[in-house]
């Protein structure tokens, strides 16, 4: 009977028609009949759509050819909407579309209000399914009330289902959920079963809501039934955790959009099905914004062809990837991958295996993070060119010394042998059975030994220097009895110090032996009482003291060994070079009332470079005008040997 044109067919019948249709509107009485007389209403030509619909659905079709009409209380949103094919046929049949949505007005003001449960009826088992269900199981009669016929009711809202409270099934819906509790109502009145159930919150006797999800059946046109079935779950807390899911994945999902790093996610398959704002950037995938607010039904990206670009952008480093894909496949992780691109740019890349949900589920695919790494490759990269400049260079300065080593040892080994025969043949000169000599003669023989043998020193000490630092010298150690060896160095330089009138003390305390090199050790004690008895006025004294211990470490085995004097003393501006080679003090050529022999500058040196070969220490405690105080720690046994 429906026609698509302006022209209504047989205008007579459907005059009458609509007439019958207004008087038993007129005398509907519930929400079924409203229904079933929008069903009858659509069958009329030049009606294409007619239905009780929420008012916030959205509007399809020519707006000047719908009819929107309010049915039922504002706040429960619903009207009745009428679509007609052309203006005649609005004109003709709107009148009828007024009383239908009168009549379905009325029906809902009508009353629902709580009932007693029915008596049982059919077998007792069915009746105990009924009332023990896990669901609240809600029986609506259109035009009568409602009753609660499952226990679930009372146990999940506190309302006792025996005894109901005289109130209207929605006055316990939430405000905001009504529009949808109601159109759900109307549906079913309509003869249909919807397909998707609804969260509804619900009130319950202590006031607060629960949400319960709510599926209907429709029986309204069963005979022996008559009514709409409601069934409810309560997912309060199931909606809750889903929410609170929801939330975190929010939060997960902007934190990996905000990161500088780039994230892809690959299937099992290879296929990539995530990737953050900074790996389509990082990629040069041509996509800024990967946000659904920003593009809620994007393209689909070809990422194939995104990596395969990718690689060939790799040049000479392609050849990395076979890697990742061997990684790939075997589910093995690769972490710190560096891919070097034709630009200039360097990314990182790592490729870890994850582990998806559930016991034994070994495949959740595989994430790869991406890092742009260009600048710290860079920095890296330079520092290893300084790095092997300064090894070019300290290996140049390695064979520089090495060249001055053998050059000062070559010199000197060439020097001692003339100078040990002027010092021989000087000695035989000076002998009576060589002949008399004139006093001034004499006096020039004095001085050729004099000068010859400091020249013999000194080459000595550039010999043995030139063989520490080359790590030539071999130690010989051997165990010794510390207070002889310095007995022995004390006694020898006793006659030169009662020469100048100086007080020469040696106070040694008992204790262990000492395993060292006993020439070299003698050659630093000698060195160091030297020094002090040089530079020591007449009047003065010079005390060389000995304890088992170590000066700079107080529980450690060894000896302390300290020579005093009560000397020149040393400018403060001058000890920090004190051990440099050929160094002198300012003030070597202050008086100590007799002429003393300028030194070479490296019995210091030599003494610290032989101390330190054995493992042991030097320091110097000097103030100028008072005195100076040198104190050696030597460990029992040597660190380690010469060499």
Same mark, same amino acid.
């Given at each position: 009977m429906r026609g698509e044109t302006d022209r209504l067919v047989d205008t007579g019948l459907i005059e009458g028609a609509v007439v019958d249709l207004v008087v038993r509107a007129a005398r509907a009485a519930t929400v079924v009949d409203a229904q079933r007389l929008v069903a009858e209403y659509r069958g009329f030509s030049g009606v294409r759509a007619a239905a009780i619909v929420p008012a916030l659905a959205p509007v399809v079709g020519d707006l000047d050819l719908v009819e929107r009409l309010p049915v039922g209380p504002a706040q429960w949103g619903q009207e009745l909407r009428v679509e007609f094919s052309a203006a005649p046929a609005r004109a003709e049949l709107r009148t009828a579309a007024a009383e239908i949505a009168a009549a379905a007005d009325r029906a809902m003001a009508q009353p629902c209000r709580a009932m007693a449960p029915p008596p049982m009826h059919g077998s007792r088992l069915a009746w105990a399914i009924t009332t023990g269900a896990r669901a609240m199981i809600l029986v609506v009669e259109p035009g009568r009330g409602w009753s609660a016929v499952s226990d679930a009711f009372t146990a999940v809202l506190g309302y006792d289902r025996h005894r109901p409270p005289d109130f209207r099934l929605l006055?316990?819906?939430?405000?905001?959920?009504?529009?949808?509790?109601?159109?759900?109502?109307?549906?079913?009145?309509?003869?249909?079963?919807?397909? &998707? &159930?609804?969260? @509804?919150?619900?009130?319950?006797?202590?006031?607060?809501?629960?949400? +319960?999800?709510?599926?209907?059946?429709?029986?309204?046109?069963?005979?022996?039934?008559?009514?709409?079935? !409601? !069934?409810?779950?309560?997912?309060?807390?199931?909606?809750? %955790?889903?929410?609170?899911?929801?939330?975190?994945?929010?939060? @997960?999902?902007?934190?990996?959009?905000? =990161?500088?790093? $780039?994230?892809? =996610?690959?299937?099992? /398959?290879?296929?990539?099905?995530?990737?953050?704002?900074?790996?389509?950037?990082?990629?040069?995938?041509?996509? @800024?914004?990967?946000?659904? /607010?920003?593009?809620?039904?994007?393209?689909?990206?070809?990422?194939? #062809?995104?990596?395969?670009?990718?690689?060939?952008?790799?040049?000479?480093?392609?050849?990395?990837?076979?890697?990742?894909?061997?990684?790939?496949?075997?589910?093995?992780?690769?972490?710190?991958?560096?891919?070097?691109?034709?630009?200039?740019?360097?990314?990182?890349?790592?490729?870890?295996?994850?582990?998806?949900? $559930?016991?034994?589920?070994?495949?959740?695919?595989?994430?790869?993070?991406?890092?742009?790494?260009?600048?710290?490759?860079?920095?890296?990269?330079?520092? #290893?060119?300084?790095?092997?400049?300064?090894?070019?260079?300290?290996?140049?300065?390695?064979?520089? *010394?090495? =060249?001055?080593?053998?050059?000062?040892? *070559?010199?000197?080994?060439?020097?001692?042998?003339?100078?040990? *025969?002027?010092?021989? !043949?000087?000695?035989?000169?000076?002998?009576?059975? *060589? $002949?008399?000599?004139?006093?001034?003669?004499? %006096?020039?023989?004095?001085? +050729?030994?004099?000068?010859?043998?400091?020249?013999?020193?000194? +080459?000595?000490?550039?010999? @043995?220097?030139?063989?520490?630092?080359?790590?030539?010298?071999?130690?010989?150690? +051997?165990?010794?009895r510390l207070p002889e060896l310095l007995g022995v160095a004390v006694a020898e330089r006793l006659p030169a110090a009662r020469a100048s009138g100086i007080e020469l003390l040696l106070d040694c305390q008992d204790g262990p032996d000492i395993v060292c090199d006993d020439t070299r050790v003698h050659q630093v004690v000698d060195n160091l009482v030297s020094n002090a008895v040089k530079f020591t006025p007449s009047g003065g004294r010079v005390t060389v003291k000995a304890w088992p211990g170590l000066e700079d470490h107080a529980d450690g085995e060894g000896w302390s060994v300290s020579v005093a004097d009560s000397g020149v003393g040393i400018p403060a501006a001058d000890l920090p070079r004190l051990f440099s080679a050929f160094f002198r003090g300012s003030n070597v050529t202050a008086a100590v009332g007799r002429q003393v022999m300028p030194g070479t500058g490296l019995g210091l040196v030599v003494s610290r470079a032989i101390v330190e070969l054995h493992g042991g220490s030097i320091s110097v405690a000097s103030t100028e005008g008072v005195g100076t105080t040198v104190t050696l720690s030597l460990p029992t046994r040597p660190a380690r040997n010469g060499g």
């Open positions: 006055d316990i819906v939430h405000p905001d959920d009504r529009p949808a509790a109601v159109a759900l109502f109307l549906a079913c009145c309509a003869g249909r079963h919807p397909d &998707a &159930a609804q969260d @509804l919150r619900v009130c319950t006797v202590n006031g607060r809501f629960r949400t +319960i999800e709510v599926g209907a059946r429709s029986f309204v046109d069963d005979p022996e039934v008559g009514a709409v079935v !409601f !069934f409810g779950y309560d997912v309060t807390a199931q909606r809750e %955790t889903e929410r609170t899911a929801r939330i975190e994945q929010q939060r @997960l999902a902007r934190v990996v959009e905000t =990161m500088d790093d $780039g994230l892809l =996610m690959l299937d099992d /398959e290879g296929r990539v099905c995530l990737a953050n704002r900074a790996a389509h950037r990082l990629l040069d995938t041509g996509v @800024l914004d990967v946000s659904p /607010e920003h593009d809620p039904d994007p393209e689909p990206l070809d990422w194939v #062809e995104v990596i395969q670009r990718t690689i060939a952008r790799l040049g000479t480093e392609a050849y990395r990837v076979d890697r990742l894909r061997s990684g790939f496949r075997a589910r093995r992780a690769v972490v710190g991958e560096e891919l070097g691109f034709e630009d200039g740019r360097v990314l990182e890349l790592d490729l870890v295996p994850v582990t998806g949900p $559930g016991a034994g589920r070994a495949d959740g695919g595989t994430l790869i993070h991406l890092r742009d790494v260009t600048a710290r490759v860079a920095v890296r990269r330079g520092l #290893e060119e300084r790095s092997r400049g300064l090894e070019e260079r300290n290996q140049a300065l390695v064979e520089a *010394s090495a =060249m001055n080593n053998e050059f000062v040892a *070559s010199v000197s080994h060439e020097l001692r042998g003339p100078l040990s *025969s002027v010092v021989a !043949f000087s000695h035989l000169l000076g002998d009576s059975t *060589s $002949g008399d000599l004139s006093e001034d003669q004499r %006096t020039y023989l004095s001085v +050729i030994d004099r000068n010859a043998n400091r020249l013999l020193r000194l +080459i000595e000490d550039l010999l @043995l220097l030139s063989r520490l630092e080359a790590r030539t010298l071999q130690l010989k150690p +051997i165990p010794t």
